[in-house]
């Protein structure tokens, strides 16, 4: 399993050593970090604590930062799967963040999956929030305030979410959704 910070660590600790054509054995030898710990940092295997974090960071007479900060990348594959879930409920739902938002991304992408005749409720996101949910398989009924609305497999649902808002699994097998957050256009 892996989360955004391991990815961005892996990604960036992998650029920044082929980019000064170093072997893991010399990034070992300068940063007292086992070779096996960095292999497994690189394949996005581990969680360096932030004292490894620290070693890597001098050893290579860089800023913990540029470990840290999103890799600057044309094209990336995430696998959903692999995501640890960002919130969940065992026998309800699981959620997980595919596309966080950034300051170069304006929307938000998430994995929910709910369970047979599990219940999802959300807070609201912001004001102006508009939220596009796609049922990949099975049925959904969403509500709010206002609005109860059932939705099918290979259907998209746009609804405001500056409100609370709940999603009910309405079949007898796990639902698999997408959900996309946007700032509604004025």
Do not use: W
Not at 110 to 132: K, L, M, P, Q
Not at 133 to 144: H, I, N
């Amino acid at each position: 399993m892996t989360d955004y910070l391991s990815q961005n660590i892996s990604m960036n600790f992998s650029r920044i050593r082929t980019s000064r054509g170093m072997s893991l054995d010399a990034v070992s030898e300068q940063t007292g970090v086992s070779k096996s710990m960095l292999h497994q940092i690189e394949k996005g295997e581990a969680n360096p604590s932030i004292s490894v974090l620290g070693k890597i960071a001098s050893g290579m007479r860089i800023e913990i930062g540029e470990l840290l900060a999103k890799p600057p990348v044309d094209s990336y594959l995430i696998k959903i799967p692999e995501l640890l879930p960002t919130k969940e409920i065992a026998g309800q739902y699981e959620i997980r963040t595919c596309l966080p938002y950034e300051d170069n991304r304006t929307f938000e992408l998430y994995r929910i999956d709910i369970e047979a005749g599990g219940v999802y409720v959300s807070g609201g996101h912001g004001e102006g929030t508009v939220e596009y949910l796609a049922v990949m398989d099975g049925r959904v009924l969403v509500e709010t305030d206002d609005i109860k609305q059932e939705i099918e497999q290979d259907e998209i649902f746009m609804f405001r979410t500056d409100h609370s808002h709940k999603y009910i699994n309405l079949g007898n097998q796990k639902v698999h959704c997408l959900c996309v957050f946007l700032p509604e256009k004025k």
